[in-house]
């Protein structure tokens, strides 16, 4: 048992040393980085087979374990609020310094290159269509992490109002979580490993000439990224929590190192839920109620991609964005966001469906497609930052009003 606590507490410098061994091998050996990404693969597969449990059974646990249904609403609440504000002052921040920087202007490309993938044109009634599935058990096997977490928050919201009858029901769910998440600790001791052949591969497949095709977008990426993470995340944090930055960004680095070399927001979860329960102190309920919410809804990643590639395409054709055009895209941005699990292709086609609603030409899409690895490094490391932001916020406001409350009551 000793030795298993010191594993789990040097697991995030073991992963760091995975980073940096990742980066070496895909410099140094880019042909065996590239053959060897099979590993990285089975690690990520391990981790994907444990989403969906892992979703019911820290969703359901979080709402079962709040307590009243008026608790619950109350959370639920503020969680939308704050998402929702977190996205557009994000989109509204990438758009402002995509207007600066205008990397559409300065870059010549050849703009001839088409993007071959489908398109998907979403509308709103698609949007809520997705929300709601036809067949459970099937939108489950299909890893709908939506339909997911819908189909959880009405079955835990009706443990709550059923109240002691469904005691058993919520024994044998908070028993249930403790299996789960036993075995996503074994899983997560792999960690490690899993990350060198994922960093070896995105450094071998994604080199140097890249990043000189496409710099100046890339550059604009991760430093609105950097100014969002500062004016969005870390100043709320730091002036509503009273939570010290560095203690912060010392917590949260930790979820960077996972989802840098996995770029994906659901597969870092787990990781996401564990500093914000153990590093920022969170309860266990708004952990396992808001970062799961949060890793399907939360897309701050999003706006800051979705608001530089409008920039970017209409900049290098030279299509003027209005203001009414610039309102229609943070909407549209959010919608779309909000429905990625569900759409086919990932950022790519969401992308590419994103120009469609705003009648801007896809070219470009073929492009971005070849450094998206890159960018959605940034992205996902946005989304995540936000879910444990949010989490931190929504914790601190729950704290303040159980103070009042008592002081009322005395």
Excluded at 142 to 170: N, Q, Y
């Amino acid at each position: 048992m000793k030795n298993l606590l010191t594993a789990k507490k040097h697991l995030f410098t073991r992963i760091a040393i995975g980073f940096g061994l990742g980066i070496l091998f895909g410099i140094l050996l880019p042909e065996f980085s590239i053959q060897a990404k099979f590993i990285g693969d089975i690690y990520l597969n391990l981790i994907q087979m444990m989403i969906i449990p892992i979703i019911f059974v820290a969703v359901s646990t979080g709402i079962i374990n709040i307590g009243s249904s008026s608790d619950l609403g109350r959370i639920g609440f503020k969680s939308i609020v704050v998402f929702v504000a977190m996205f557009i002052t994000t989109a509204a921040i990438s758009l402002v310094i995509s207007y600066l920087i205008r990397p559409g202007q300065r870059i010549n490309m050849d703009a001839g290159v088409g993007y071959d993938g489908e398109i998907t044109e979403p509308s709103v009634a698609d949007f809520f269509m997705n929300i709601v599935p036809s067949n459970l058990f099937q939108a489950i096997s299909e890893g709908d992490i939506f339909a997911t977490i819908l189909f959880t928050v009405i079955f835990s919201v009706a443990i709550v109002i059923v109240g002691k009858e469904a005691d058993p029901v919520k024994t044998f769910i908070n028993s249930l979580s403790k299996v789960i998440f036993k075995i996503l600790d074994f899983i997560m001791e792999l960690t490690p490993i899993g990350i060198i052949f994922l960093m070896a591969y995105a450094i071998a497949e994604y080199g140097a000439g890249i990043f000189s095709a496409l710099g100046l977008y890339i550059f604009t990426a991760y430093f609105a990224c950097i100014v969002v993470f500062i004016l969005v995340m870390l100043i709320p944090v730091w002036l509503y929590s009273k939570f010290n930055p560095i203690d912060f960004i010392k917590g949260i680095y930790k979820v960077w190192l996972v989802s840098l070399s996995t770029t994906s927001s659901a597969v870092t979860m787990p990781t996401t839920m564990r500093v914000t329960r153990n590093d920022f102190k969170v309860s266990e309920s708004i952990t396992n109620f808001v970062v799961p919410l949060g890793t399907t809804i939360n897309m701050a990643g999003g706006a800051v991609s979705f608001s530089l590639l409008a920039v970017f395409v209409s900049d290098f054709y030279d299509i003027p964005l209005g203001v009414g055009q610039i309102i229609y895209l943070v909407m549209i941005a959010t919608i779309l966001n909000m429905a990625a699990p569900g759409i086919p292709g990932g950022g790519i086609v969401l992308g590419a469906s994103f120009l469609t609603l705003l009648n801007l030409p896809i070219e470009l899409m073929g492009l971005i497609a070849a450094i998206y690895r890159l960018l959605d490094m940034a992205y996902t490391t946005m989304n995540i930052t936000g879910d444990a932001a949010a989490a931190v916020l929504i914790d601190k406001s729950e704290e303040k009003r159980n103070v009042k409350l008592k002081a009322r009551k005395s």
